[in-house]
């Protein structure tokens, strides 16, 4: 009994920690008088047009939302859409994963969908959205495959790293196997979460309005790419640096935002990690990190702390 209780700390305890400590990492490595140089240096209009596309993005997504709920019988109102998303990100910087939650109990209250419902959406959303993730890595992987095999050829044995490729994903193919033929709980349990996954991914085709959930969700994620592109550019050091490590930056950023809560300290060094693989000076990928993530974080405390202030005016009649 005494496992949960421990894994629930751990659950809390473990991003916030990585978190700080990374923190820590990079103003260790970049010191905040050179951050805050850079900071004083930049060009503000690429900040504020990449805070820009952030917002769109963000919109986009409460919107999206409206489309997957009014096949379930509901129809929300688009400004309850909107603050639950900012307060759903708002949150996740104190739990992890603890907005998604919120965000469910945000309609449960205010517009009576069921929470079950309102969640499975979400997670419907985020397969929708790990789909196209997927999708640019693939390209990324396409336009810069001399060059990650050029990297992987100096720093690792091809040969090696092939074979192990190739063991891990014999050990996936026997890992999928045994849990197909297996009645175990744990098993059951794992077959019914990939089921609902793949359910939950075609169900987005079988929506009336699929095609502008799709338009949506290319829109969002492109809305992602441009804010992180044109952010680069209020740094002078990195307005020559390819698109292929911008696409490799953003990749690293996107899955840092996993390991820490919204980011924190994970973000600066995930672009300075991706960077560093083009020769990217330390200095400048440190500060764009942080410039990059201090702007967007920005946007969400103001927007999400709005907007739990607001919901109960705005709802005052329920």
């Known amino acids: 009994m005494a496992i949960k209780p421990l894994y629930k700390v751990l659950k809390i305890a473990l991003p916030i920690l990585l978190g700080v400590f990374l923190i820590w990492y990079s103003l260790h490595e970049v010191s905040i008088s050179t951050i805050l140089e850079y900071w004083k240096k930049a060009d503000k209009n690429w900040i504020l047009l990449g805070v820009f596309f952030g917002l769109l993005s963000h919109l986009s997504r409460a919107y999206r939302w409206l489309f997957m709920l009014e096949p379930l019988g509901y129809k929300i109102k688009l400004g309850n859409s909107i603050m639950a998303v900012f307060a759903t990100y708002l949150i996740n910087y104190t739990i992890p994963r603890a907005g998604e939650v919120a965000r469910a109990s945000i309609l449960t209250?205010?517009?009576?969908?069921?929470?079950?419902?309102?969640?499975?959406?979400?997670?419907?959303?985020?397969?929708?959205?790990?789909?196209?993730?997927?999708?640019?890595?693939?390209?990324?992987?396409?336009?810069?495959?001399?060059?990650?095999?050029?990297?992987?050829?100096?720093?690792?044995?091809?040969?090696?790293?092939?074979?192990?490729?190739?063991?891990?994903?014999?050990?996936?193919?026997?890992?999928?196997?045994?849990?197909?033929?297996?009645?175990?709980?744990?098993?059951?349990?794992?077959?019914?979460?990939?089921?609902?996954?793949?359910?939950?991914?075609?169900?987005?085709?079988?929506?009336?309005?699929?095609?502008?959930?799709?338009?949506?969700?290319?829109?969002?994620?492109?809305?992602?790419?441009?804010?992180?592109?044109?952010?680069?550019?209020?740094?002078?050091?990195?307005?020559?640096?390819?698109?292929?490590?911008?696409?490799?930056?953003?990749?690293?950023?996107?899955?840092?935002?996993?390991?820490?809560?919204?980011?924190?300290?994970?973000?600066?060094?995930?672009?300075?990690?991706?960077?560093?693989?083009?020769?990217?000076?330390k200095e400048p990928s440190f500060a764009f990190g942080w410039i990059m993530w201090a702007s967007q974080t920005f946007l969400v405390i103001i927007l999400g702390g709005i907007s739990l202030l607001y919901l109960p005016f705005f709802n005052r009649n329920k």
Do not use: C
């Open 109 to 281: 209250n205010y517009e009576g969908v069921s929470f079950e419902k309102g969640f499975g959406t979400i997670v419907a959303e985020r397969i929708a959205d790990l789909i196209v993730m997927l999708g640019i890595i693939t390209v990324t992987l396409f336009l810069q495959f001399d060059f990650i095999y050029g990297f992987l050829s100096e720093k690792f044995n091809l040969t090696k790293l092939i074979i192990g490729v190739i063991g891990l994903l014999v050990l996936v193919l026997i890992f999928i196997l045994v849990i197909k033929r297996s009645q175990s709980k744990l098993a059951l349990k794992i077959k019914n979460f990939i089921n609902g996954l793949i359910e939950g991914a075609l169900s987005i085709f079988k929506m009336k309005k699929k095609w502008a959930f799709i338009f949506h969700t290319l829109f969002i994620w492109t809305m992602y790419i441009l804010m992180f592109y044109v952010t680069s550019f209020a740094i002078s050091d990195l307005n020559n640096i390819p698109f292929g490590a911008i696409l490799i930056g953003f990749i690293s950023a996107s899955f840092s935002i996993a390991a820490t809560n919204g980011g924190i300290g994970s973000y600066p060094a995930a672009i300075f990690a991706a960077f560093s693989i083009f020769a990217i000076a």
